[in-house]
């Protein structure tokens, strides 16, 4: 465009062209209507507005472009508005509804003003579309209303607070679960919720929305208006205003006291079930646990019997020998004594007691115990143990019985084969786990048995209670591990199980 309107000083047909050309190129509708309503100007935004070209508008009533109400009202309206002078428009812009050749409608942004021409009143109407704005805030509003909607019905406690740690939003599943009801808490410090001892966590957890970071799934406790504690899990993130700056946190409280209540529930009744099973381990060892004892008890009795015997036959008095012979005496003693106190610590009921030990010890003393009250034995035990693995932090009693359930399973299995080898090795695997695995040459893993190994009550034994590997696995996840059949196998069936190492494993070592 060489020329503007402003500071030109143009003729007559100048001006009438450039009035065209400004209002045809307008990005908004522009009409002009005389005093009856007779459209005098239409230009290309209303074409695209309305669906009608101005040759279809131009010198017919506006009203054509009007639903009603408008429609039927607007001939009223401007004999009103000859006869009184009253404007009610005009001057002001509103809100209206435009209707399109099909008759469809659409909102529309209409602002009005006069001007007289040579003597004739006319009217200039400029038209904004108001459909894509419309549309735009009913989405903003539709989405308003279904986060509100969601944050009203979750089960979990939905709560928003500034960085200071004022609570500013609480939804109904957090009166539910912290007592309160939102007008008692809302301006309020979200600290009437925390334990006195655990407020150093909470500063932490301040330091690090400040830093735009969030907190996932943490658990932990808070209090209930009555004082009693909650324990929930807390997901935490930063709410930021437009420029990215963190402002406060919103806060998704679940009450998982009831889930750690079933949690204990189970893991009592799993330290139950585990007990019941050494118990019955213990029956079936019970018989060859004599035989185990006899050999020491005899031993003992041989040396006390030698002892005897040399004491009587040589004169003078032999301290050196009678002292050995009774220090071996009181070996088998200890021997004997260790034996029983094995089995007494393994059917024991008793508290889970962890401490650093060496699995391969661990294994070989299960191994002992796995055999005892085993029938015709007949089976080759081969071990490979890795002598530099770390030591691990397990509760020993309980890892020996994940041991000596896989070894029994393995002889079990093994009782109608006649190559009969036990294998049991011990890695560090992957940098952060000890590893062991153990095979037989039985017949192997039945298909159906596989998918539902560790089960309860799986099993394909006449006498079989179907809880060994329940209970390994159980001890093996509550060690922070993992234990699975090895698949691939073309003889027998093999397990393995990891422990992870833990801080200390290696200074233990
Ligand atoms: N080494 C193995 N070889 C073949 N099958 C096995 C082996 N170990 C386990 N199984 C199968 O898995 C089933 C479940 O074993 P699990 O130790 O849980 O129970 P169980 O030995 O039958 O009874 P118990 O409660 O006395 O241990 C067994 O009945 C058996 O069919
Ligand atoms: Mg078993």
């Not at 009603?68 to 009223?76: A, K, S």
């Not at 894509?132 to 944050?151: C, I």
């Not at 695995?437 to 034994?461: A, N, W, Y």
């Not at 696995?473 to 003889?491: C, F, L």
Request: contains cysteine.
């Amino acid at each position: 465009m060489g020329r503007t309107t402003s500071g030109v000083k143009s003729t007559k047909s100048e001006s009438d062209s450039l009035f065209r050309a400004l209002i045809a190129t307008a990005v908004d509708g522009i009409i002009v209507i005389d005093s009856h309503g007779a459209v005098q100007v239409y230009n290309a935004a209303c074409e695209r507005l309305f669906g009608y070209s101005s040759r279809e508008v131009i010198g017919q009533n506006i009203k054509i472009l009007m639903p009603e109400p408008y429609h039927g009202e607007h001939d009223e309206y401007l004999r009103n508005f000859r006869e009184s002078g009253e404007r009610r428009i005009i001057g002001i812009g509103r809100e209206v509804v435009g209707r399109r050749k099909d008759h469809s409608t659409f909102p529309m942004y209409l602002s009005v003003g006069e001007s007289e021409l040579e003597g004739r009143h006319l009217f200039v109407g400029i038209i904004r579309d108001l459909t894509e704005l419309k549309a735009q805030a009913a989405s903003h509003e539709g989405a308003n209303r279904l986060l509100a909607q969601l944050v009203a019905s979750s089960d979990d406690a939905i709560i928003s607070k500034t960085l200071d740690g004022i609570i500013t939003s609480w939804n109904r599943a957090a009166e539910h679960i912290f007592g309160y009801a939102s007008s008692e808490v809302i301006g309020k410090s979200i600290s009437i919720l925390i334990p006195l001892d655990l407020w150093p966590e909470e500063e932490r957890f301040i330091e690090q929305l400040r830093a735009g970071r969030g907190i996932e799934h943490y658990e932990t406790e808070r209090l209930h208006k009555d004082g009693s504690v909650v324990l929930v899990s807390l997901s935490v993130s930063p709410i930021c205003d437009a420029k990215g700056v963190v402002i406060g946190a919103s806060k998704i409280a679940r009450d998982i006291t009831e889930k750690k209540r079933a949690e204990a529930r189970t893991n009592m009744l799993l330290s139950e079930l585990a007990h019941a099973s050494r118990l019955s381990a213990m029956g079936q060892m019970s018989s060859a646990l004599a035989h185990e004892l006899n050999q020491p008890l005899t031993a003992i009795m041989n040396y006390i019997k030698a002892t005897k015997r040399t004491l009587a036959s040589i004169t003078g008095f032999p301290t050196a020998r009678a002292n050995e012979l009774i220090e071996n005496a009181a070996h088998e003693t200890l021997r004997a004594g260790a034996i029983i106190k094995n089995l007494r610590d393994f059917v024991e009921k008793r508290e889970s007691k962890r401490a650093f030990e060496n699995l391969n010890k661990v294994i070989e003393e299960s191994i002992r115990l796995g055999f005892v009250g085993v029938d015709d034995v007949n089976v080759n035990v081969r071990l490979e143990l890795d002598p530099e693995i770390p030591l691990v932090l397990i509760d020993k009693i309980q890892i020996q019985q994940v041991m000596t359930n896989l070894i029994r399973n393995g002889i079990e299995a093994m009782q109608l084969v006649d190559r009969r080898e036990l294998s049991i090795s011990t890695t560090r695997a992957d940098g952060d786990f000890v590893q062991v695995t153990m095979t037989d040459t039985g017949p192997g893993l039945s298909p159906e048995v596989l998918s539902r190994l560790f089960q309860p009550f799986i099993t394909t034994k006449e006498k079989g209670m179907g809880i060994g590997l329940t209970i390994c696995q159980s001890i093996v996840e509550a060690h922070g591990g993992r234990i699975w059949p090895i698949e691939e196998r073309t003889v027998g069936a093999g397990f393995s199980f990891r422990l992870p190492l833990t801080e200390g494993s290696d200074l233990a070592a």
